[in-house]
């Protein structure tokens, strides 16, 4: 049958979020999907397993960078003035 392909409310589970993130998500090129909404009806989205798991590598967490440590700030003395 091929690859498994899911609704916009399907991937919103799996990734966690609302529907509305997806859709977003998708305008903005970031998501794959493709359109099987025909003429003038209301796009209607399908994004395939892989394109998900596409998806979801490039957003993994990479390993941190090294940081490089900032000495720790000393405390300026406050003149006495007064006494």
């Not at 990734?15 to 003429?39: F, H, K």
Request: hydrophobic share 40%.
């Amino acid at each position: 049958m091929g690859e498994r392909r899911l609704l916009v409310a399907e991937v919103a589970d799996r990734l966690r979020c609302c529907c509305e993130r997806v859709l977003r998500l998708i305008r903005a090129g970031e998501l794959r999907a493709i359109n099987t909404g025909t003429g003038a009806r209301r796009p209607r989205w399908i994004v395939t397993e892989s394109d998900l798991e596409d998806f979801e590598n490039r957003r993994a967490n990479a390993p941190a960078a090294l940081k490089l440590e900032r000495a720790p700030r000393r405390r300026q003395a406050i003149p006495n003035y007064f006494g």
